[in-house]
């Protein structure tokens, strides 16, 4: 299958030099980042160009968070802070996954039980293939759904058997945390509220609508820039609609980076590919910058060469972009999140720059990511 995450992010051949004004920065460890400057000169004609509202960005180094900034408005006549609070969309996956993980780690579930002996979704009841459902397969997206419900009429089927396709599938992650709310009689917002929110000190991330959204959140626009009511719920969603900043993301990251709270050996299979796309991704003329290998690893796409090993995510919704990335290897990692439907042409500009303010770092990785776009 064409891989979703790339597919819908990235446009080949927007490396350019743009012009534009500095905007408010965070009162964090941003002043020894080379780059800063070139953003803050880049960015704003950036946005003005592609009729993106805001995008805000963080950078970590060697394992500490070293840039945390925004550009342009959250909202009509309100300026993007480094507090502003974004949609991440499907980077919500990565952070669902870690609490799986955690607990798998922790053996109190195994990533390769049958999630039918502890919860079987009703609309697949009488399903024999409910009983081939594990933990790993939801989490590599081969749990045999589509991508959601709704396109089966509102009833959850099978696409294929478990594990025998790839299928990137927001349904797979409901499942699988269904799955393990109901092993540990626990909301599972409320064990990824313990597990990772208030261990990582994550006090700006959120499933759910809270109070201390008021004013603060990035309200997704259309391609022409006009800004959209955001979509907040009420109740969790695994697989979207987290809302956070990209600081708070970085502490998320950074604990996948230290592998906290769980084994070297969970934190293996979380960096492996699971399910491996390269035979599809790396067809023709992408072979030239293709990884060693690529594809689905638990929670994250996988992107492994010779001497790195990169976990991603992409997230879009209406209006809505945002990526990030990290370098195992190196301790380094990007993310980049907008509140516009043309967020995805900031992508690569603002990472060909981030490449050559840091002499090359991650370069293969980006031209990685352009061959895919194109």
Known sequence: MKNPLLKLCLVAGLAVVLHGASAAESKSAASAFAPRA???RDVPGL??????PSVSIARIDQGRLVF??????????????TKTLYNIASMTKPISAEVVLQLASARRLSLDEAMAATWTDPDIAHDERRLLLTPRLALSHRSGFPNWRRQTGGVLTFKSA??????????GYEYVARFAQEKMHTDFEALAQRQIFDALGMHDTSYTRRAWFAGRIAEPADAQGVFQKPAITDRWIASDLLYTTPSDYAKFMLSVMNTTDMTPAMARERERVQASQKADMCAGAKAKSCPDDVGFGLGWEVYRFKDATYLMHTGMDEGVFTLGYINLASRRATIIF??????????????????RETHGQDAAFVEALRAQGG
Do not use: F, M, R
Not at 47 to 52: P, S
Not at 68 to 81: D, E, N, R, V
Not at 162 to 171: K, M, R, V
Not at 338 to 355: C, E, H, M, R
């Open 38 to 40: 070139s953003l803050d």
């Open 47 to 52: 946005l003005d160009e592609n009729h993106v």
């Open 68 to 81: 945390a900034k925004a550009y342009g408005l959250q909202s009509p006549g309100q300026p993007a802070t």
């Open 162 to 171: 478990p594990g025998a396709a790839i299928g990137y599938s927001g349904e």
């Open 338 to 355: 907008t509140n516009g439907a043309n967020g995805p042409k900031l992508v690569l500009p603002i990472l060909d720059q981030l490449v």
